[in-house]
């Protein structure tokens, strides 16, 4: 009898490894393929994305370091940038708060509209940048609707800051609650619930419970968010005029600057805005290496009650 049984635990063993040597063998390609692919990707790598990142530095240092550093002290260089810092500073914390509230109503709670405030955050990514930048025109605009109201008192918003804040803070408001949403749904309501059981308040709950939890995803949003409202061009364009250090960001400036026929100049304001994505993709990828080996706190809820 137990010989009967090793006999066919040793089958069943035998039928088990030969199941995934075949799972194996049917997920494994010729070295051929595999280096056919890796070439394939690498060279379109190389084409599309390193020899453009390549060419933007090598055309802005074209005329030397001298032409490089005048053409980014210019007061309409320095203008641009100020305001691009401007609008990023005001949009982002906007965005910030805008998405962690948006994220913890729908994740955290069922109510009427919840569909309808998900596709409303999701209607910048089907709105083309320049048809954004028209409806603020329609609305706060000359001949908007609000056009003559605000010219009888006084107060301009398009062809000024406000506009290209406005124009920044719609572009950009999906990309921190998008980020927050999934991964505070994938969290559920557990442990804030039992933080409250155990007599935390909801800030209490929020700081010591929930923030930790989503923080990484957050910081991934908010470098999203700065990295897009400080590139914007397409709405941005629409509601500032291209006003000579007024209402000119950097990639305005750049399309400026190009259009007649400074390319050491443009290349130059253009170099900033590829370091920025340089920047930007390294902390990016810190953050993402940093949430996937961080762990929540096993004392959150301790934490929140105390």
């Not at 995803?217 to 400080?230: K, S």
Request: hydrophobic letters at 55%; aromatic letters at 12%; a neutral charge.
């Amino acid at each position: 009898m137990a010989a009967a049984t090793t006999l066919a635990w040793t089958g069943a063993a035998r039928a088990d490894a030969a199941t995934r040597f075949e799972a194996q063998a049917a997920t494994r390609e010729a070295p051929w393929v595999k280096w056919l692919i890796l070439g394939i990707s690498l060279a379109f790598f190389a084409v599309f994305l390193l020899l453009p990142l390549v060419a933007v530095f090598v055309e802005a240092l074209r005329k030397g370091w001298e032409t490089y550093w005048s053409a980014l002290a210019h007061d309409d260089a320095l203008s641009a940038i100020g305001l691009t810092l401007t609008a990023a500073a005001i949009a982002v914390p906007l965005n910030l708060v805008f998405g962690v509230a948006a994220a913890w109503a729908i994740a955290k709670f069922e109510f009427r509209g919840k569909h309808f405030l998900i596709t409303l955050i999701d209607l910048p990514f089907s709105v083309s940048p320049v048809i954004a930048g028209l409806i603020y025109v329609l609305i706060f605009g000359a001949q908007g609707w609000l056009g003559p109201w605000l010219a009888e008192h006084d107060i301009r918003i398009i062809f000024a800051v406000p506009g290209i804040v406005l124009a920044t803070v719609f572009v950009t408001f999906p990309f921190v609650a998008r980020e927050l949403i999934p991964l505070m749904q994938a969290q559920g309501r557990e442990e804030e619930e039992a933080a409250l059981v155990l007599g935390a308040s909801g800030w209490q709950t929020f700081r010591h419970v929930t923030l930790p939890n989503i923080k990484w995803g957050l910081l991934y949003g908010v470098i999203l968010c700065n990295a897009r409202a400080m590139g914007e061009f397409g709405a941005v364009s629409v509601v500032s005029g291209h006003i000579r250090g007024q209402t000119n960001t950097l990639p305005l400036h750049v399309e400026i600057l190009y259009n007649e026929y400074q390319f050491a100049a443009a290349f130059a304001v253009a170099s900033l805005l590829a370091l920025l994505a340089l920047v930007t993709l390294t902390v990016k990828t810190w953050v993402e290496h940093r949430a996937g080996s961080g762990t929540p706190s096993s004392k959150a809820q301790q934490d929140a009650a105390s």
